[in-house]
């Protein structure tokens, strides 16, 4: 099924075609009317003629996030400052944030993405979604919202509600998909357990967006297998318009970034160089379709790759594979570098472990990992106990060659957050 199939299955030399235009229209647009731009391609000695094949988007300059909390909040407008519409920024943790400018074409763009996505997955007006995504300055309320509605979705825009409410509005108007953070879902799974619902009998979940946080494949298993529903990785950032940036199509064999919209470049984090295809590095993307607030190379620091070949569904724009991180993740530990993804497929491979996790550094470079057991399934006794932590021990050890500490503890006793789950307390940068 396709939103928009003409769209979605450009050959590859009109999509490229499409992409150069684009591209060089934005240039333009930018030497005019953005000085931040402008100044650096005065440094770079770069004008928009340069901009003759794909293969000099090279010579344009990166954009960092601290780029965007330098100009913030307005610097990088190319529309006059009554254009926008709309305003969302990304999550950063400290200090000011990053501001990204919507026009009306703008917003009507980035449903319209979301709604390729959406279809994409097998999704029609029929579906009821809920979306559990909080609504607000994140993207993951409105954009998906807007872009359901597109559809002809029933949207339920329960935002990050109490899960007691979430039951009550999914069982009552029996949503069919959900929009969630891979670590809500597990801790709404704990939730349901506790009430003694069975979503697989008691709910009509039959599709779960999962994204906006790192998870790994065994965490969408455990997902699917809990609501007895197909999961599909969604991927978005603000700085690109939010959810409907890249999205898995049925067959959940990555997700397709939408090259018309976007042209993406993988590079070596370390020294800006691009890598060749099928390898593994920083995804760095160039907006081709937008009004308020084009960006060039944005430095995402989510680290994947593209996945070489034609795709099933008949779809051409090509495919990223699951982000192994963002390579501000990275933890370096006793000189090993360590992706906490690396730590959550260990557990979530253990049927014993619970869904809550926290990954905690400390002193001299001492990994400790806390994790709750699984509510049910699980005796609980010391021997046992002892015998599961000394598993896990020595499958993390393999996994990262760092021997942790790790803790068991009861379900339901580590914090759960409202938005994006905080898995790693380094305190040695604290
Ligand atoms: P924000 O702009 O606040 O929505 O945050 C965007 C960031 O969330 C991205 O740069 C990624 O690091 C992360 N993110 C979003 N979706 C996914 C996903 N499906 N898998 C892993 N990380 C994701
Ligand atoms: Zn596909």
């Known amino acids: 099924m396709f939103w928009d199939q003409e769209s979605e299955t450009l050959t590859r030399p009109t999509i490229e075609q499409l992409q150069l235009k684009r591209l060089q229209n934005t240039v333009e647009r930018v030497a005019q009317r953005v000085p931040f731009y402008r100044d650096k391609f005065t440094k770079l000695g770069i004008v928009p003629a340069d901009i ?26 190319a529309v006059d400052r009554d254009e926008p519409v709309r305003l969302h920024t990304s999550s950063g ?10 026009s009306r074409k703008d917003v009507e763009n980035a449903a319209e993405l979301v709604a390729r996505s ?13 979306n559990m995504m909080s609504y607000g300055l994140f993207t993951g309320g409105l954009v998906m919202h807007y872009g359901a509605e597109k559809v002809g979705c029933l949207v ?43 979503p697989r009998k008691d709910l009509s979940v039959r599709k779960a967006f999962v994204g906006a946080e790192p998870h790994t494949e065994e965490t969408r298993r455990r997902i699917e297998q809990i609501f007895g529903c197909d999961v599909y990785n969604s991927y978005g950032l603000t700085e690109m318009n939010g959810p409907g940036t890249a999205f898995e199509c049925e067959h959940k064999a990555g997700m ?30 160039t907006t081709l379709n937008r009004e308020a ?16 070949g034609p795709c ?14 963002r390579s501000d993740d990275m933890l370096i530990i006793r000189g090993v570098n360590i992706f906490p993804q690396q730590i959550e497929r260990v557990l979530m491979s253990f049927q014993q472990v619970g869904r809550n996790y926290v990954i905690i550094v400390e002193g001299l470079d001492d990994l400790t990992v806390r994790v709750e057991l699984a509510a049910a399934g699980f005796d609980g006794q010391v021997e046992h106990v002892a015998a599961l932590q000394k598993q896990l021990v020595e499958k993390l050890k393999a996994e990262t060659y760092v021997r942790p500490k790790v803790d068991l503890l009861p379900a339901g006793s580590l914090p759960v957050a409202e938005g994006k789950a905080k898995r790693v307390i380094d305190k040695r940068s604290l």
């Not at 990166?62 to 909040?73: E, H, N």
């Not at 979430?166 to 809500?184: E, F, K, N, W």
Request: proline residues 7%; charged residues 20%; positive net charge.
């Open 156 to 198: 339920i825009p329960s935002g990050p509600g109490t899960s007691e409410r979430q039951l009550m509005l999914m069982q009552d108007l029996r949503s069919t998909a959900v929009h969630i953070l891979p670590s809500y879902a597990l801790y709404f799974a704990s939730f349901l357990e506790h009430k003694g619902i069975d």
């Open 312 to 325: 099933k569904c008949g779809r051409t724009h090509r495919r990223i594979a699951r982000f192994t991180g």
């Open 293 to 308: 607030m084009p960006i060039l190379r944005y430095r995402t620091r989510d680290i994947t790759s593209v996945i070489p």
């Open 256 to 285: 397709h970034l939408w090259e018309d919209n976007f042209i993406l470049e993988i590079i070596n984090p370390a020294t800006g160089e691009p890598l060749p295809e099928g390898q593994t590095g920083e995804l760095v993307m």
């Open 118 to 130: 959406l279809v994409m997955t097998g999704i029609t007006r029929k579906d009821v979604l809920q």
């Open 52 to 77: 003759k094949s794909l293969a000099d988007v090279r010579l344009l300059p990166f954009t960092t996030g601290a780029d965007l909390r330098t100009i913030y909040p307005e610097g990088m407008l």
């Open 93 to 102: 943790t400290t200090g000011k944030p990053k501001a990204i400018f919507f």
